[in-house]
């Protein structure tokens, strides 16, 4: 007597369940059907080149950028492909993220390639990215590296205080 036989015993008669009635050759059938789903879901699903992704859509961006720069007919036509390009890219689950005249602070995710000196600032901005953030369904495949302009009367002020106060 087998422990599923003994489950079905255990049970009111209305909700027992009969053992399947097939012959040997189905039992064969459902023994390789099974195999044949365990061997297809062993196999990776093919996902695209992720940093192939970032690169196309980095080029993308920069390509977009370039164009917005210039008011020529043959760039307009090419800013509309580049947008339908944009598009298919967003569609297909790809988000790229532009941080210029953000602010910044040391916690935030990004590569800073450069520190500048700017009195106009206030705090600390992202002047420029050099390269975008580029996250495919919400999963980041490409890390932002940008520059970052830091205010000038800022450090020395605050250094200034710091020896007044220990004075």
């Given at each position: 007597?087998?422990?599923?036989?003994?489950?079905?015993?255990?049970?009111?008669?209305?909700?027992?369940?009969?053992?399947?009635?097939?012959?040997?050759?189905?039992?064969?059938?459902?023994?390789?059907?099974?195999?044949?789903?365990?061997?297809?879901?062993?196999?990776?699903?093919?996902?695209?080149?992720?940093?192939?992704?970032?690169?196309?859509?980095?080029?993308?961006?920069?390509?977009?950028?370039?164009?917005?720069?210039?008011?020529?007919?043959?760039?307009k036509q090419a800013a509309r492909y580049l947008r339908t390009c944009a598009g298919a890219l967003a569609a297909a689950g790809l988000t790229?993220?532009?941080?210029?005249?953000?602010?910044?602070h040391a916690g935030r995710s990004v590569d800073v390639l450069l520190y500048s000196d700017?009195?106009?600032?206030?705090?600390?901005?992202?002047?420029?990215?050099?390269?975008?953030?580029?996250?495919?369904?919400?999963?980041?495949?490409?890390?932002?590296?940008?520059?970052?302009?830091?205010?000038?009367?800022?450090?020395?002020?605050?250094?200034?205080?710091?020896?007044?106060?220990?004075?």
């Amino acid at each position: 007597m087998t422990w599923a036989w003994f489950r079905q015993w255990r049970q009111h008669k209305a909700f027992r369940i009969a053992a399947p009635s097939w012959s040997g050759s189905a039992y064969d059938d459902l023994e390789r059907y099974l195999a044949e789903l365990g061997e297809t879901a062993a196999q990776p699903a093919e996902d695209a080149d992720d940093g192939a992704l970032a690169e196309a859509a980095t080029n993308l961006w920069r390509a977009r950028r370039k164009l917005a720069q210039g008011n020529d007919g043959q760039g307009k036509q090419a800013a509309r492909y580049l947008r339908t390009c944009a598009g298919a890219l967003a569609a297909a689950g790809l988000t790229v993220q532009d941080h210029d005249g953000e602010p910044f602070h040391a916690g935030r995710s990004v590569d800073v390639l450069l520190y500048s000196d700017d009195p106009e600032v206030t705090v600390e901005t992202v002047v420029e990215t050099v390269r975008p953030a580029v996250y495919h369904h919400d999963r980041r495949i490409q890390t932002a590296q940008v520059i970052v302009a830091v205010p000038t009367g800022s450090k020395n002020s605050t250094s200034s205080d710091s020896e007044d106060s220990h004075a």
